[in-house]
């Protein structure tokens, strides 16, 4: 049987209505979700209407009495089957504007959502429309809200307030004091930077005390948004409508048509846990490590807690010097701090306020101390080098810092090996607090974890509710990726914003020319992690792929060959053997070992194109402990008659001049990272949209998110027939396949995933 495709449709227009049973209308709709606000405490109770709608004297008196703090809020769906839920019972906010000019500013209201009495069950109707979910409690005025030259916005807040803002800006606190993304903002002359995208959850500015802020247009908006003329991917996330690089979105109706909206909500439980955490950290450094299933909110979780640590004014006093967060990103298949397919410790001096797709390169506020390369998007590609990697950066961490929080991002893999890694872990990291992001199980998981936890405390958090997802975790990864490469550090100013994207393909980009055969070699040898590859296959497996370039500190880092060559060099050299035997253990070890330039003679073998190749017939892995990762480049072509490498990358030359400066060589590793197809239709994509003016930019689809990767090309689907026609044309580009109309590969075309959870006791059968 042919299953079923993993994308579906938002259906936006409501079907014509047709007799149902009432037991049929009951099952549906407790099957369906109804996400109810409660009203606030100083709030009236809802008034039930009849069924024409509110009198004029209930309209006065719910206008009358809106309430200082709205919240988000949605048309209740009815708990009985006696309930009319007519889209007339429904009154629409007046849409406003951006408000370019103070002759436009004026308050408006809203009214609340009335519900109707209970009818005769033949009378009941499926709902018409969506109900207007309400952002921003701010009302603009002329007391309030002042448009500056230059685009700035000036803003008062009272206490209470929240301002939902739709596109990229920066946030400067001229007095009060605001919270965004658990982060506290306080009076100060520094600009906090915020990209929002609709593809995420909106940050939500909540004033504590009454704050006066200025909003301003952010200086890397344009080139990001470019992005969306190379993929479609990056289409359709912002105000593109707006002529301001921000929007506020004061209901959802003022956000873009068929476009699916939610703010950023973090559950009552989830502020307990970090106001907890917080008080803890106060006594004695913290360490946390946040647990849980896929899309249960662990990333979400931890980017509440570091930014309440960054900002934290109880510690802020106590120190002079800022404060800071050390993170443990060990998650390689959706990192929040690196790039994927890599582990990093990265030191947290500023809050962040983005997604990870708007912050692919280290910045002044968020440093990589260093990182591994795993090559692959999951742990479940080598577990042993997963938790090696773990603990030497764990190492560092006790080393260099020590004294301040630390906060550890784990996978989403929890069952069968996946529970194994994550006990590991907690046995050899030791952290505190393990945090386990839902309350729903498995109970074997829990209580495995709960296990590990012998020194530490633990605590179980509701999942994150995500009701609408239009980017799956495959595409989010692409997009990380995609921006990595097109990402170009530029020299800080006062602004303090230090990254830029070029926008157009990366094949207007001159490559890196890397010599790989004669004198004077840029790189030391090609190896594979995972899959090893015939030496003959080598140019073919590596040319128009993703590799890892890792730096090798020492010769120690090749495991395999550290006791053949040791030997080798022992019998060439008698002498050295003799007077080796004199000196201790460790002056001994150190004496016989082959410097790099030797080794690399000894392990590496040639190709046909005469590219290093480190064979490694056991599939064994660099030493972490001797080794760590610099970056991801792009192989863009091979050029055989010359010995070159064309390589595209955004490691500095600075970088590669310390690792010759160290006296280190770069090793390049494959493995099993997504294909850059987005690198091979960039041009294509570009070309059309430069010929004819179009958008190429995906339907408002909600898919379903699977982090396997095995749908990282589901989007090829949604492609404009104009680029179609544009690949068909283009018939010398290579690793493009054009599939015309709806024709689709036939069985057996797609890459077969191994089970690798088959330790797990629901896949025993008598």
């Not at 958090?461 to 995609?482: G, N």
Request: charged share 25%; proline share 8%; net charge negative.
């Amino acid at each position: 049987m042919a299953t079923s495709s993993k994308r579906r449709k938002i259906n936006t227009a409501e079907p014509p209505s047709q007799p149902i049973s009432a037991f049929a209308l009951r099952k549906r709709l407790l099957a369906e979700p109804s996400p109810v606000t409660a009203p606030p405490l100083d709030q009236p109770e809802e008034t039930i209407s009849p069924v024409n709608g509110p009198t004029k004297e209930e309209k006065t008196r719910t206008s009358s009495s809106t309430p200082r703090r709205l919240r988000k809020t949605r048309s209740a769906q009815p708990s009985s089957p006696g309930e009319d839920i007519s889209s007339n019972n429904t009154k629409k906010t007046p849409e406003i504007p951006n408000l370019p000019e103070e002759s436009k500013i004026g308050s408006h209201e809203s009214l609340a959502p009335v519900r109707s009495p209970s009818l005769p069950i033949d009378n009941i109707e499926a709902p018409a429309e969506t109900s207007i979910v309400q952002f921003s409690s701010f009302r603009p005025s002329k007391k309030n809200y002042q448009q500056k030259k230059g685009g700035n916005v000036l803003i008062k807040l009272t206490d209470g307030e929240r301002l939902v803002i739709l596109g990229s800006y920066g946030i400067r606190i001229d007095s009060g004091e605001v919270t965004i993304v658990g982060a506290t903002l306080r009076p100060s002359k520094d600009i906090h930077w915020v990209n929002a995208p609709h593809c995420h959850a909106l940050p939500v500015i909540r004033c504590s005390e009454d704050a006066v802020l200025e909003l301003s247009s952010h200086p890397g908006a344009d080139s990001l948004r470019q992005l969306g003329k190379l993929s479609p991917q990056f289409g359709r996330l912002w105000n593109e409508t707006s002529e301001s690089s921000f929007q506020i979105l004061y209901s959802s109706e003022d956000g873009p048509r068929r476009t699916s909206l939610q703010d950023l909500v973090s559950p009552p439980e989830w502020n307990r846990e970090i106001a907890k955490l917080l008080t803890k950290s106060n006594i004695k450094p913290l360490s946390v490590m946040v647990t849980g299933p896929k899309s249960s909110g662990k990333s979400t979780f931890g980017k509440l807690l570091a930014n309440r640590l960054v900002t934290n004014p109880s510690t802020v006093s106590k120190r002079r010097e800022p404060q800071a967060v050390a993170i443990l990103d060990l998650d390689p298949g959706q990192p929040e701090y690196c790039v994927a397919g890599q582990m990093a410790l990265v030191l947290l001096t500023e809050p962040v306020l983005e997604p990870s797709f708007c912050h692919p390169l280290p910045t002044s506020g968020c440093r990589i101390i260093r990182s591994h390369a795993l090559a692959s998007v999951s742990p479940a590609s080598d577990h042993e080098l997963y938790i090696e990697a773990a603990t030497d950066l764990i190492t560092h961490y006790q080393n260099i810092l020590a004294s301040y929080p630390l906060i550890i991002n784990t996978p989403g893999w929890i069952q069968g090996t996946g529970l194994e890694l994550l006990t590991s872990l907690i046995t050899n990291l030791r952290p505190s607090t393990v945090v386990y992001m839902s309350q729903a199980g498995p109970v074997e998981t829990v209580e495995s974890l709960q296990e590990a936890c012998k020194t530490s405390d633990f605590s179980t958090l509701p999942s994150q509710t995500i009701q609408y997802v239009s980017r799956t975790a495959a595409h989010l990864r692409s997009m990380q990726t995609q921006s990595y490469f097109h990402a170009e550090p530029k020299s800080s100013n006062n602004d303090k914003y230090s990254l830029q994207w070029f926008t157009k393909p990366l094949t207007n980009v001159p490559p890196w020319q890397v010599k790989y055969k004669g004198e004077d070699c840029g790189i030391f040898g090609i190896m594979c992690y995972d899959y090893q590859t015939t030496p003959g296959l080598l140019a073919d497996a590596i040319n128009g792929t993703i590799l890892a370039a890792v730096e090798v500190e020492n010769p120690k880092a090749f495991r395999e060959h550290e006791g053949q060559n040791r030997n080798a060099k022992e019998k060439d050299n008698e002498d050295m053997v003799d007077a080796s035997m004199e000196l201790d253990d460790d002056q001994s070890e150190q004496a016989t070992l082959p410097s790099l330039p030797h080794l690399q003679k000894n392990i590496t073998i040639r190709t046909p194109e005469g590219i290093p190749f480190i064979e490694t017939s056991r599939g064994t892995t660099l030493d972490p402990r001797y080794s760590q990762s610099l970056g991801l480049v792009l192989i863009r072509g091979i050029d055989v008659n010359n010995g070159l490498l064309h390589i595209l990358t955004p490691i500095s030359p600075e970088r590669i001049a310390e690792v010759s400066a160290r006296g280190g060589e770069i090793v390049l590793v494959s493995g099993k990272f997504d294909p850059p197809s987005w690198a091979y239709t960039e041009e294509l994509y570009y070309r059309s949209q430069a010929e004819e003016g179009g958008s190429t930019t995906v339907p408002t689809d909600v898919m379903d998110v699977d982090e396997s990767g095995g749908d990282g090309s589901s989007s090829d689907d949604s492609d404009s027939d104009e680029v179609g026609k544009a690949l068909i044309e283009a018939g010398l580009t290579p690793w493009i396949e054009v599939l015309p109309g709806n024709r689709k590969r036939g069985a057996g075309s797609k890459v077969l995933r191994v089970r690798r959870d088959l330790g797990r006791s629901g896949n025993v059968h008598d």
